[in-house]
């Protein structure tokens, strides 16, 4: 049966994308991962007993929701946390405002290749990271509001420095050179 799977698999990647690498298998099991981490926690808040809300807080959504966005893209691009990504990515370039653009590391397994990226794109990331955060208001709600709290105080920080530092520009005028100006308006 896994070799069938196997088979079937390998036909696919080849149609699927005949004139690039893409990784099909790493993606089962990075989906596969997901789909055992999301139904362990179900259960485990089942078999504790944790009440389930049958629909979350406002302020609850709005919270997690910026977190996410912050703790996302802390694990995918900050350069402090590059350590972490090194076994997957490989470093490209700065990426501006404290961030750094990586490569996707090709060698090696497609599992590594599908870490690689989903540790690398903030947009891939932030499924799992909302899914832990939302799974710690249901197992420790307090904790796990202080701990967004950081992340969104440190986001909403994060535009008002750049939200700052372009109104300064303006209305200084900006007279520096290229190499001494912020990069700010850098996509990820």
């Not at 794109?121 to 799992?128: E, H, K, N």
């Amino acid at each position: 049966m896994i070799s069938s799977v196997r088979g079937r698999l390998n036909r696919l990647r080849r149609s699927y994308a005949p004139h690039e690498h893409r990784p099909l298998d790493g993606y089962v099991a990075t989906m596969g991962a997901f789909g055992l981490l999301a139904g362990s926690l179900a259960g485990a808040a089942r078999l504790t007993g944790k009440p389930v809300p049958d629909r979350p807080a406002t302020a609850d959504i709005v919270l997690i929701s910026i977190a996410t966005h912050k703790l996302s893209r802390l694990i995918a691009k900050d350069a402090i946390t590059s350590p972490l990504r090194a076994p997957f990515t490989r470093y490209a370039e700065p990426g501006g405002s404290g961030e750094i653009n990586e490569e996707v590391r090709d060698q090696g397994s497609a599992l590594r290749h599908s870490i690689g990226e989903l540790v690398s794109c903030p947009f891939c990331l932030a499924v799992w990271v909302a899914t832990g955060l939302t799974s710690g208001l249901v197992f420790a709600p307090r904790l796990t509001r202080l701990a967004a709290t950081v992340f969104t105080a440190t986001a909403v920080s994060d535009f008002l420095q750049m939200a700052y530092s372009l109104a300064k520009e303006a209305a200084e005028g900006d007279h520096r050179s290229d190499d001494d100006r912020p990069r700010l308006a850098q996509a990820a």
